[in-house]
């Protein structure tokens, strides 16, 4: 049974930084390409970032610069290091394994004043 745990959300100041981490389970996670997601109220879900099993990672031209994805495979983590964050940084933050419908509950990130 896949799951996907996601945490380190909260509330943060803009200009602060979060790292959210997802725990997974119940696949090989070294063998698959890892990615983070979010949604924020009223608006579409959207990849922020991905990383290959292989290490090589992309991000949304929304957030380069300032958001870092990693991945601790003897952990069988993936980490999404947020940096400078904005409020529209604000949404529901969500992990998930490439090609698969997995989802995990989320963590929200808040970044206000």
């Known amino acids: 049974q896949v799951q996907l745990v996601e945490s380190g959300g909260g509330l943060v100041q803009p200009g602060g930084s979060l790292r959210l981490s997802c725990a997974a389970s119940?696949?090989?996670?070294?063998?698959?390409?890892m990615s983070w997601y979010r949604q924020a109220p009223g608006k579409e879900r959207e990849l922020v970032a991905g990383?290959?099993?292989?290490?090589?990672?992309n991000y949304a031209d929304s957030v380069k610069g300032r958001f870092t994805i990693s991945r601790d495979n003897a952990k069988n983590t993936v980490y999404l290091q947020m940096n400078s964050l904005k409020p529209e940084d604000t949404a529901a933050y969500y992990c998930?394994?490439?090609?698969?419908?997995?989802w995990g509950q989320g963590t929200q990130v808040t970044v206000s004043s």
């Open positions: 990383i290959t099993w292989a290490g090589n990672t």
């Open positions: 998930k394994r490439v090609g698969f419908g997995d």
């Open positions: 119940g696949f090989a996670f070294s063998r698959y390409a």
